[in-house]
């Protein structure tokens, strides 16, 4: 079963290179695509757990050994689980959210 994963993040001051990164690596370990319903969310679904998603942005934004995260970066990986989302998404999310919901949560 591949998790379906909610990633939400503020990089504040951040260079656009570096939203464009993180954007690239989300859409690169997604297994059926991402859905961005609101600015600064994705949903994906991928074989990876919340740890290694979570590692592998903050390996993104700490560019060299040594150099901490700004105050102001933040972000959060958490899995979601069927029976208690509610919202709003347009025909194009929600379909998208139907086939990840269908392909094995």
Known sequence: MKPLLMISYDLNKAASEEYK?????LRSIADTGVMT??????F????KSV???N?????????????????????FVAPI????SAGY????EAAWWKKA???GL
């Open 21 to 25: 990164a993180l954007d690239e690596y």
């Open 37 to 42: 319903p609101l600015e600064s969310v994705y």
């Open 44 to 47: 994906i679904q991928t074989e």
């Open 51 to 53: 740890d290694e998603v």
């Open 55 to 75: 590692k592998g942005i903050r390996a993104l934004l700490i560019k060299e050994e040594g150099n901490p995260l700004r105050s102001d970066t933040k972000w």
């Open 81 to 84: 689980k069927l029976g208690s």
């Open 89 to 92: 998404l347009d025909d194009v």
């Open 101 to 103: 919901v269908s392909q």
